[in-house]
Nanobody
Framework: VQLQASGGGLVQVGGSLRLSCVAS????????MGWYRQAPGKERERVASVRSGRDPYYAHAVMGRFTISRDNAKSTVYLQMNSLKPEDTAVYYC?????????WGQGTQVTVSS
């Protein structure tokens, strides 16, 4: 499975961005897909993830500001990021956990300027 992420960029504090991640083949809705991020000097952390039949997961730091969604017909997962803060600055990686194997996108830079 290859994942192609897009949508990052430079935005001011309080702004919004929408990340997209498209899989190279159809992925069943039961497969967990989502996003991690890694800021300079910090460990990679899970931001949000989604799978059918379960409530989405959100990191505490993004609750109420980020929304994850998924279009299974397009094998695409989205991350709508609102009210962005400087601490959201990071490289964002999409992932899919297929039968215990993690597949990663190439990463997309999000920079929030104050």
């Amino acid at each position: 499975v290859q994942l192609q992420a897009s949508g990052g960029g430079l935005v001011q504090v309080g702004g919004s961005l929408r990340l997209s991640c498209v899989a190279s083949r159809r992925i069943h809705s039961s497969v967990i897909m989502g996003w991690y991020r890694q800021a300079p000097g910090k460990e990679r952390e899970r931001v949000a993830s989604v799978r059918s039949g379960r409530d989405p997961y959100y990191a505490h730091a993004v609750m109420g500001r980020f929304t994850i969604s998924r279009d299974n017909a397009k094998s695409t997962v989205y991350l709508q990021m609102n009210s962005l803060k400087p601490e959201d600055t990071a490289v964002y990686y999409c992932f899919a956990n297929v039968e215990g194997t993690y597949y990663w996108g190439q990463g997309t830079q999000v920079t929030v300027s104050s």
